[in-house]
């Protein structure tokens, strides 16, 4: 049985990440942040699900400073569990939330650097030097704020935001994506600052897995040990959004590597809580079955013999036991069967819908439509949910085809950089579309931008 990994502890609040503490579940508002009733109302959803920390997004000093009264109200109503503050691009931004929050996730792909453009930027050695010390400016007096609050930090990366910094220097690599991470981080240990949590993620589970791995032989490499958040960017909604969590996040915490988690999913956020506690409590079995499957490879296939009482636990399961076994190309194929006494029945069309479910997240075979779509937040500039029905529908024939369909730009073409089209948020009621990474059409009227895509799609495939 493969043992936990035992990091370094994070004091969160009245909450620990890491070490011999459970594995936290978490997720991420969907509101207005400068919406205190509203924020607060679907807060205690998440909370009341099974949540134990609650993200906002905060894109200026206007929303972090109302974290101030989103947390008075939810203490006076008796709910302490630990806020978190996102910010992206405005340093200044995680100063003032690191005042009000339990937490500060910042991302180091804009938290200095200007955002992405895909540019090539040439540096010399000591050019390279000059851009880091630039971060330092900025962080350490951020860190200095979270010692005087106890304010924990998250040093979020996202391969979709990596700034035209590191890409120009390490190009698109797992290498790059924990350098990222490792810049920062070497600073807070400097500063002996030691209330971090770490997080890498892409959309692409085989990009999420092979790059934590690396990130865990580097930190241990410098002797560092900080806790991980786990997750899987615009994992999609319903089914296919389960699955692919499922794949990556299981992949590793069948590792024994994990110390959060949070399940991204393109719905409410408190639909995120009971899958990810489900995947968490499956650990020990899926484990098990992953060692059992990895010696049942025959022909380049994987046989999975599973029992469970409802269909998402089947896929969960499935899913988590053989997701690393194809992430590292262990074999291509998969037959699931259910054992003799298993309450589930299900016909075996629908156990080969799951393995090629299963095949897709894990980048081996497509054989549908593939949907990177956000979960959405508080900078999330369109009705996500009704716009991601719309697409499917349209589109749900195109085997093989990706579309990625994003709330904002914060992730945007970057988390979509390997699909064939985009939909992106680009101001309130306008859409720009993508080819690749390259805009197409910008700020089209959120009304006709669905039309668009499509019509986009079928002139360019001669459809």
């Not at 996102?86 to 180091?108: G, L, M, S, W």
């Not at 895909?118 to 540096?123: D, P, V, W």
């Not at 007096?141 to 010692?147: G, R, S, T, V």
């Not at 269909?311 to 899913?319: D, V």
């Amino acid at each position: 049985m493969t043992t936990r990994r035992i990091s370094s502890v994070a004091h969160v609040g009245n909450i620990e990440i890491g070490g011999n503490n459970p594995i936290r579940i978490q997720s991420m508002a969907t509101t207005d942040t400068n919406d205190t009733e509203a924020s607060v109302a679907q807060a205690k959803r998440i909370i009341d699900a099974g949540g134990e920390l609650v993200r906002f997004t905060t894109q200026g000093t206007r929303e972090a400073e109302n974290m101030k009264n989103i947390s008075a109200r939810l203490k006076a109503d008796g709910y302490t569990t630990p806020l978190v503050a996102d910010v992206h691009f405005t340093a200044h931004t995680a100063d003032v939330a690191a005042q009000y929050c339990e937490k500060v996730r910042i991302n180091p792909g804009n938290y200095v650097d200007p955002g992405r453009t895909f540019k090539h930027l040439e540096y010399t050695d000591e050019e390279y030097q000059e851009e880091l010390k630039k971060i330092e400016t900025k962080l350490v007096p951020f860190i200095n704020i979270c010692k005087e609050h106890h304010t924990a930090v998250r040093i979020g990366v996202n391969h979709g935001s990596l700034s035209d910094r590191i890409m120009s220097r390490y190009g698109d690599t797992p290498e790059g994506i924990v350098e990222s991470c490792m810049e920062f981080l070497r600073i807070f240990r400097r500063e002996h600052f030691n209330d971090v949590v770490i997080s890498i993620k892409a959309s692409n589970t085989v990009v999420m897995v092979t790059t934590v791995r690396l990130l865990v032989k580097t930190m241990d490499a410098e002797d560092m040990h900080y806790p991980l958040h786990l997750g899987v960017t615009e994992a999609g909604e319903g089914e296919d959004g389960r699955i692919k969590s499922a794949v990556g996040i299981g992949a590793l915490l069948t590792e024994g590597i994990g110390d959060t988690i949070r399940v991204s999913l393109s719905e409410e956020p408190e639909c995120e809580i009971p899958v990810a506690r489900k995947l968490v409590e499956l650990i020990p079995e899926c484990t098990k079955l992953r060692a059992e499957a990895e010696a049942s490879i025959k022909d380049d296939t994987i046989s999975l013999t599973l029992d469970a009482t409802d269909w998402e636990t089947l896929q969960l399961k499935a899913a988590m036991a053989v997701g690393a076994l194809f992430i590292d190309r262990k074999a291509t194929k998969l037959e699931i069967s259910l054992v003799g006494g298993s309450k589930l029945y299900t016909l075996h069309a629908q156990l080969s819908t799951l393995s090629d479910a299963i095949l897709q997240a894990a980048r081996i075979k497509f054989t549908k439509t593939e949907y990177i779509s956000c979960p959405g937040c508080g900078r999330t500039l369109y009705n996500l949910q009704e716009t991601i029905a719309k697409i499917k529908a349209a589109t749900k024939d195109l085997v093989g085809l990706k579309i990625g369909i994003m709330g904002c730009i914060v992730n945007g073409p970057g988390e979509m950089a390997d699909a064939d089209y985009g939909y992106v948020g680009a101001g309130r009621g306008k859409i720009s579309l993508y080819k690749g990474k390259e805009c197409i059409e910008k700020n089209i009227p959120e009304s006709e931008a669905v039309d668009r895509l499509l019509e986009l799609i079928r002139k360019d495939r001669g459809l």
